[in-house]
């Protein structure tokens, strides 16, 4: 649905974004992300034919954003950076002026402005001048705007900035409506934790490039390494009863830390990356092999295990590694 | 439900009215500002009834020393004048239409429509014009009913449509060239800066106009109606030109970066070496120069000149123009018979002529030093007015030769001859010289309107620039130079051969 090949933008002679290859399917969610003045805002607006490349190539629902950039903006919607609404005239005029632009006669961009502005929790906008909305209320609306003409491709920059909580959430599920939809979304932002939960696929953009393309999880595996598991016990690693441990030289243990001995059964098995009073973390290459065979270890040991689990890492660990390489 | 959707946009996309819901947009979006909407009421309203309170009480002062004919200009003029008020705000809303949106960051989204560029230039162009037109020939309307009530005075319909034409035509030229200013720069405050470009020469052609006004010279001011008509294309054909969307989201800042200007300059100012298919840079170090040269006459100029086609063009129609001015005035203003005698030109005749205060030396370096300073003053009007003051200051000196050609013609001489005897010797040389510079002059102006393709208006004049300074100094100043020494040395002989005793 969406296929940039080498797209290259400059101005004058900086270079805003250098050579970005990605495709986005129907149906799929992509999330830009990167630091402010990454080339974000730049490739989205090339993506909606406003920006000319300086170089390469864009299909946008099969249309050429240079050939037919008429064709590109009638299947596209964006939502700006800033909702960008005028603010003397109320809801429905707005919607009135902009569904007229996009093609759609009076009672069917009628129809549909009523229906998203009811799914987005708002029908009183219909009515109101918009310069009388709250922060959030404007940002539904600049996205009421983009979904308007039932655009196949919808290119979102920070969807859900001010919103409220429920607003945001309310946002979140007509995005993930619209995958079911087979439309195919790019969204800029700076939420990462929103990008996890809607993202299939995360591209993080730097100085104009592409720096790391990939879905959460394996840009998680690839870039921080294989995850890490979290073991806690009921009682702490050094409790009297592990006296009766037996040493790795098969010898009684009478003095020194106990955590060792805890240490000991687990290491040839996995490798320890942190430990605490009762837990440790280890990483290992086959926890589907290792994690049951230290269970049934420790186990055999008397060593009572309270859970064992995979620690959570966010996508920010994976942005901040790579965008601070 | 996709292919019904799909259906509905491309069943619907007519161009005209995706301008017309524009416009009704940004009508609607203006009437609604009381900044604005107060400015309308007072100047559709309140103006005209005080002016026509004022031009009756004008009148009746007037009459009472005898002197009607003041009170009579002074209505005519005061129409124009309750037309022109209202549309002085039309460039508060065209300077904001674009870089205005741009700062409240609702351009994006509209460039983000359908629209084409000349469909969203027109648009703006015309929401712009509406309201302040209409506001005019209310006020106008005012103004007249007014003064039929007070003084049951009417005008003819002649001046009314002048002055309604002359009133949209200035709005137009406004509008238009206030939306050229805002697509243009990054702020509204630049907009407004700029903006003196337009409201000074306004206020000049007003004061003009006023005056022909008191002289009750109306034709006069047909002229100046066709006139702006002509401004008027050239602004909106600009307009349209130059209106690039990109622009108008790529720039944050009106940066001057004059690094890159030079640069750019540079660049064009450069060409290829070339000797007859061999590779310079293997030639002797001191032969290179050849290629230089070479490069510089047998590929460069003709390039230049090939890309300025139209522009000389344009100078040789406006050369011709010169023919028929000066025979026009000759006819108007015919010498006495007597006043030519043209067979007691002697030698001495062009050796005392610095003995006339008035007139200068005839010397190479005046010759020379005057064409010069005449063509870099055209080039320099050019670029402030579209090239057309470069045409107009070659067309006056050979429509005065022209005219004394149609002059000794008129009292018996051989006109030919005298062209042959007078001009031809340099003006073989200096009149194409003439020409190509003013050819490059109006390309420097015209730039502006419609810069070549795929080229910025900046790059594309610099271009132009960069063409002019190589076409001056490598061919106008050679030309002119030789057509100097032979003016001062041969033409005189040539004259008295021709027709001295």
Redesign the interface.
Known sequence: MIELDDLTKQ???FTAVDQVTLSVAAGEILALLGPNGAGKTTTV?ML?????PTMGRVSVAGYDVVEHP?QV??R?G?L???????L??KGA?YLG??S??????AD?GDRRARDLLARFGMPEAWDRRMGTYSKGMRQKM?LV?AML??P?VLLLDEPTSAMDPHSAKLVRDAVLGLRHHRRAIIICTHNLPEAEALADRIAIIRRGKIIALGTPAELKSSLLGPPLIELRLAHSIDAPHFDGLPHSDGLPHSDGPHQDRVVELISDMVKIEARGKDWLRYSTPNPHATNPLLLQTLASHDVRVVTLGVVPRSLEDVYLRVVEA | M?TK?EQ??????EPL??VL??VR?EV??TL??WRIVIPIIILTIFFPILMSIVADLALNWVARYGDPIIGERLIPFLLMIVGFFPISFSLVIALETFVGEKE??????L??????DAQLYLGKTLAAMIPPLLAAYLGITVYLVGLYFFEDWSPSLTLLALIITLTTAEGVVMVSGAVVLSSQTTSVRAANLLASFIIIPMALLVQGEAIIMFYANYNVLWWVVLFLIVVDVILVRMGIHIFN??EL??RDIDEL?VA?LWRTFCEYLGWERWFFGRDVRRMPPRLRWLGTLCGLYARDIPAILRRSWLAILVVVIGLLSSIYIGYDFAASYPFPSDLLHLDEITIETFTEMPSMDWIPSLTFGWVLNNNVRALLLATMLAVFSFGTLAVALLIAPLAIVFFFVAQVASVGYSPWLFFAAFVLPHGVLELPAAIIATGMAVRLGATFMSPPQGLTVGEGWLRALADAVKIFTALVLPLLALAAAIEVYVTPLVVVWAFGS
């Open positions: 101005f004058d002679d607006r909606a034919a406003i920006l000319r008429q903006r009638r596209v964006l700006t950076e800033r909702p960008g609404l005028y003397r005239m005029e002026f902009f007229s632009l996009m093609g759609l006669d069917e600049a705007r003409h039932e196949s | 996709a959707i509905v946009r491309e069943g619907t996309n009215r995706m819901a524009l947009r609607r979006d609604r500002d409240r960051s609702s351009l994006e989204p460039l983000a429509t359908p629209l084409t969307r990109e989201l790529g970066n890159s």
